[in-house]
């Protein structure tokens, strides 16, 4: 099957940790490489953000990203990239001419604009994965959202637009259908973890200072609550934090968030026990995730969240929000405990729980892995994504399906 992953500014080659690179590019890349395991041929298109960037640079056996000319080959927040949408999908429907893909499958709603454009002249059915919705975004945020102001219409038309929805969580299915789109054409299927590289086995980052030890791995924006875990930690004594996220070390005394987040802990007089680390190499996450006694993840929405899969994965429980797409993976009592957003008092609660009880933390995080190998790895995100593709072929033309399986 030959497959396009539209991706428009979340690039599997990007690096991690950067206000707009997070968990969109991990699952585009992680999926794309598990659909190639498949034996699908996958192109992955995304807008060319540096003039040296090849036009197709091979990511691994199946797996090409093809940069798109789609405004400066330079970074732009994605909020500022719609006016260059056109230009994303006119040079799609070029590619897609002259190489006709089975599926498109479209990430972020800017990508589903460019893919149904495209797609709809040449016939090739588009599967759209939001990984955030509009309306969400705006409630919480209301008008500090710096969302385009034709986000929250594009994404109510591409519901009637595209062939079917893939959803990542229960709760977003939820909104979908307060946002008029039709339950039949939407499927769930979670976001993974690569379990062969997150696992309990493997080294374990050294603890110097004889401290319990908290662990958050995030991006640096407000919105991840990363304030509220700092704001907790008075209320947990003799206990570390170590935030994982934003640029590289040598920089983040020059990032606003970075700057608020110690405000806010000399505020609360713990800035000797909180470290913020900047960017961590993903390759590092995994001995990071397991020198913890517990993850917390306490954003104030989200749509799904990668991060708690990847410390359960690892056996390490996790203290998370009960919102969006952490509400299906984390079982309050049983791999973690689940707390109302942005409610430090409660969060505290929580957090002096599990690290006062070390037998409860064991429990959870045998739990936790079990989970996590039991319903969220890759290769059972492509088994489900592939029966949404081929399904939508079955539907136009089975005999082209068929086919369609064995290319």
Known sequence: MKLAMVSEHASPLAVLGGVDA??????????????????????????????RLARVVVLEPGVRVVHVDAGPPAPVSKDQLVPFMGDFASDLLREWDADRPDVAHA?????????????????????QTFHALGVVKHRHQGRR????????????????????????????VFELVRMGGDPHRMSVVPCGVDVSRFCPEGASEARHRGLRRI??????????????????LPDVPSCDLVVAGGGEAADLGRDPEVQRLHRLARHHGVADRV??????????LPALYRSADLVVCVP??????????????????VVASAVGGLVDTVVDGVTGVLVRPREVAPLAHAINTLLDDLELRRAMG???????????????VADASLAVYTNELSRRSPTRAHAGEHR
Request: a neutral charge; aromatic letters at 6%; one cysteine or more.
């Open 366 to 380: 045998a739990a936790a892995c079990e989970r996590a190998r039991a319903g969220y790895t890759w290769e059972q």
């Open 22 to 51: 997070g968990g969109q590019n991990v699952h585009v890349a992680a999926l794309s490489s598990a659909l190639a395991r498949r034996g699908a041929d996958v192109s992955v298109y995304t807008r060319r953000d540096d003039p």
């Open 145 to 172: 959202d710096t969302s385009p102001a034709e986000r929250i219409a594009t994404e109510r038309h591409l519901l009637a637009a595209v062939d079917h929805v893939v959803a990542t969580c229960s709760d977003e």
């Open 300 to 317: 104030w929405y989200e749509p799904f969240g990668i991060v708690p899969l990847e410390a359960m994965a690892c056996g390490v429980p």
């Open 275 to 284: 470290h913020l680390r900047g960017r961590v190499a993903r390759h590092d």
């Open 215 to 232: 662990v958050v791995v995030s991006r640096l924006v407000e919105r991840k609550g990363v304030g509220n875990v700092i704001a907790a």
């Open 107 to 127: 990430h972020f709603w800017m990508s589903g604009r460019a893919a149904v454009d495209a797609g709809r002249r040449l016939g090739v059915p588009v599967v």
